[in-house]
């Protein structure tokens, strides 16, 4: 039995560091021929492209395993979208030339490969609460060729991933959460609430997304951003529990996720004309801070040790310590500072440990499931109103 998490999250954890340490000036990586013009569009292609992608990638085929028709990639198919991969790779760096007619299509080949897979899969199934996946891979295949092609920014699809994480991320803590608390009927109250309110969230994050790809005006897109980052704070507040702090994985989920109002902020304040803040520091607290964090969150869950329930080790706190620490350090410190290199050093730090953690699990069976432990037989998820549509409740709850 295939496990593509693990192929998926060597792929994404060992590129996150790649395309951080070929932008270092000390390099000297040359881009001349690539077809997205230059090292920062390259770097900001490919974090969310190769790194970010392959990542989803890895939970969206595991979370596909537990929809109705148990659908399962084949060893031929998981060892041709890692080709693809490595292809889209190869042609984002320009081994193909500048010609977008050939390097456009094998840029693109794996979101479409993936997309597919996961389509195909949704139709199997016969059920709604798997379509989300398959749609947002779908955008984003969509959203790749705009940026290849000049019609979107090279930093939209940042904002693609944070919808992603308010519809199926938001969810996922959630229904994480109930399951690890000592539930009252007070508490499935809040987090029924708190999925109003997330839904909320959700929307005016579409609507942000909208804008940004038509080039708004920056007053409109940052009075969305910060209704946005409004409505997830109440959600993250709403879910809030002393217990949450007696469980590690739980708190990586809770502090990565929190990273989403913050930058969701972050950003709308860099819109404004005249602002402090870079954009581009903005961007590092919702790409590095809130994306990465909440999925090496989730994907420290593969690896936990298990028992009674789930348990983090001190190798994965330590790397997800880093990795918040290394997005914060992007955000607070001036570019050219002194200091400016301590984020690059630390971020690389917390994906070597991710890739020790993930590689050594390769000589061990996968779990089942992988990123759940045992279910509560008192819990009554369906009740919250906020368990994640996308996987089985025993995968992904």
């Known amino acids: 039995m295939t496990a593509p998490h693990r192929a998926m999250f060597l792929a994404g954890g060992s590129w996150a560091i790649v395309a951080v340490v070929a932008v270092a000036p000390e390099t000297g990586f040359d881009l001349a021929r690539s077809p997205l013009g230059g090292l920062s569009a390259w770097h900001a292609h490919e974090m969310a492209f190769g790194v ?3 990542l989803f990638a890895g939970y969206a085929l595991t979370a596909m395993t537990s929809w109705p028709g148990r659908a399962r990639l084949s060893s031929a ?28 299509p094998a840029s693109v080949s794996f979101m479409a490969f993936l997309t597919l897979i996961l389509a195909r899969s949704v139709l199997r199934s016969r059920t709604m609460r798997a379509a989300p996946l398959a749609l947002f891979s779908l955008a984003m295949t969509g959203s ?9 920014p090279p930093h939209v699809p940042v904002l693609g991933f944070a919808a992603l994480l308010s519809v199926v991320g938001g969810r996922m803590v959630a229904a994480f959460t109930l399951n690890a608390l000592t539930v009252s009927e007070a508490q499935k109250r809040r987090f029924r609430i708190a999925g109003v309110f997330g839904l909320l969230g959700s929307v005016t994050i579409l609507a942000a997304l909208g804008l940004e790809t038509l080039r708004a005006a920056p007053d409109w ?10 409505f997830e704070t109440v959600r993250v507040c709403l879910w809030l529990s002393w217990e949450i702090l007696t469980d590690g994985l739980l708190l990586m989920l809770h502090t990565g996720y929190a990273w989403l109002p913050i930058g969701l902020a972050l950003l709308a304040i860099g819109k404004v004309p005249g602002s402090l803040l870079l954009e581009s520091a ?16 989730v994907a420290a869950r593969a690896v936990a040790r298990r028992g009674d329930r789930l348990r983090t080790s001190p190798a994965d706190a330590a790397g997800f310590g880093l990795l918040w620490a290394a997005a914060a350090w992007r955000v607070l410190t001036p570019a050219g500072s002194h200091w400016d290199a301590a984020a690059p050093a630390l ?4 994906w070597a440990i991710f890739l020790a953690r993930h590689g050594a699990a390769l000589f061990r069976p996968a779990p089942r499931p992988v990123f759940s432990g045992p279910k509560r037989p008192d819990l009554h998820r369906a009740d919250s109103g906020d368990y994640p549509m996308t996987a089985e409740r025993s995968e992904a709850s």
Request: proline share 1%.
């Open 52 to 54: 970010a992608a392959a």
């Open 77 to 104: 198919g998981l060892a041709a979208l890692v080709v693809l991969w490595v292809l889209a790779r190869l042609s984002a760096a320009g081994a193909l030339g500048p010609d977008l007619r050939l390097a456009a």
């Open 144 to 152: 790749q060729v705009a940026v290849l092609t000049g019609a979107s």
């Open 221 to 230: 897109l940052a009075a969305c951003l910060l209704l946005a980052a409004a």
């Open 282 to 297: 903005a961007l590092h607290g919702l790409a590095a801070g809130a994306i990465a964090c909440s999925i090496y969150a």
């Open 347 to 350: 971020w690389c730090l917390a």
